[in-house]
């Protein structure tokens, strides 16, 4: 029983550890994003017609905060994610620990992909359908604050779904998922995915199919994907107990 409590202190110890240093990885990009951030902010807007408004002096550090929040946290998913990984990382096989490392800089790369999707393609979309809305009947003015926020509402969704491919490799590569199990799921996959976009998309049919429309098929790439990562590990692990019975009977 001892043993058990010691060991689960040394699992909470591990955990705070990594946690404190995502922590600071993220404090130390955010400081790095907000010295730039009037230069990221003139990047972002460089597009629009109209200068934004603000309110009053705390709608400008929202924005700026906001900004930089986004940044850092598009950093930090390498370290994030590195620190997850060594914290299971004894828990995992030698091969499994090389397999799974591989996936870091892949769910980096998909989540800046899911940005770029939902700010070059979701936002500009959704936007022009919004403004057009009012026609020539109302002049067309933004608050900063809720630029921004439709902004980050737009685009941030898309790229924590867009991690769903590697995310799903990397379960099934420590064997939590299976690919039949995720095809098994599929119908109640496919109406939460669809919820999402309606939820994301202005009330029309064409928004809700443009972004329905990716997310099934990211659904269907992490469905096909970890059946390949599956097939791998079932012939590694049957090899591995064919070299097993192979020294015992030897032995």
């Known amino acids: 029983m001892a043993d058990k409590e010691l060991n689960m202190v040394d699992h909470l110890d591990e955990l705070r550890k990594r946690l404190i240093i995502s922590?600071?990885?993220f404090i130390l990009f955010f400081i790095a994003a907000f010295i730039f951030v009037e230069e990221i902010y003139?990047?972002?807007?460089?597009?629009?017609?109209?200068?934004?408004?603000?309110?009053?002096?705390?709608?400008?550090?929202?924005?700026?905060?906001?900004?930089?929040g986004v940044i850092a946290i598009a950093a930090s998913i390498p370290v994030i994610t590195f620190q997850v990984w060594s914290f299971v990382k004894p828990g995992l096989?030698?091969?499994?620990?090389?397999t799974t490392l591989q996936y870091i800089p892949a769910l980096?790369?998909?989540f800046i992909l899911g940005i770029c999707f939902g700010y070059y393609v979701i936002f500009p979309t959704v936007l022009t359908f919004l403004i057009g809305l009012g026609g020539e009947m109302f002049m067309t003015s933004f608050t900063a604050e809720k630029y921004f926020r439709?902004?980050?509402?737009?685009?941030?969704?898309?790229?924590?779904?867009?991690?769903?491919?590697?995310?799903?490799?990397?379960?099934?590569?420590?064997?939590?998922?299976?690919?039949?199990?995720?095809?098994?799921?599929?119908?109640?996959?496919?109406?939460?995915?669809?919820v999402i976009a309606v939820?994301?998309?202005?009330?029309?049919?064409?928004?809700?199919?443009?972004?329905?429309?990716?997310l099934l098929l990211l659904y269907e790439i992490s469905i096909s994907l970890s059946?390949?990562?599956?097939?791998?590990?079932?012939k590694r692990l049957e090899n591995s107990e064919e070299d097993e019975y192979d020294k015992e009977e030897w032995a």
Do not use: C
């Not at 200068?51 to 550090?61: F, N």
């Not at 939820?199 to 990716?214: E, M, N």
């Not at 059946?227 to 079932?234: E, G, H, L, M, S």
């Open 23 to 25: 922590a600071i990885a």
């Open 42 to 68: 003139q990047w972002l807007v460089r597009d629009l017609d109209m200068k934004l408004i603000v309110l009053g002096p705390t709608d400008i550090l929202w924005v700026y905060f906001i900004i930089a």
């Open 93 to 98: 096989l030698p091969h499994e620990r090389k």
């Open 108 to 110: 980096f790369l998909l």
């Open 150 to 194: 439709f902004l980050i509402n737009m685009t941030l969704p898309f790229a924590f779904l867009f991690e769903l491919p590697a995310i799903a490799m990397f379960l099934t590569s420590i064997g939590i998922l299976n690919p039949y199990g995720l095809a098994k799921v599929r119908k109640y996959a496919y109406f939460i995915l669809v």
């Open 199 to 214: 939820l994301l998309s202005p009330p029309d049919f064409i928004s809700d199919i443009l972004v329905a429309i990716p």
């Open 227 to 234: 059946k390949f990562v599956y097939k791998r590990r079932q």
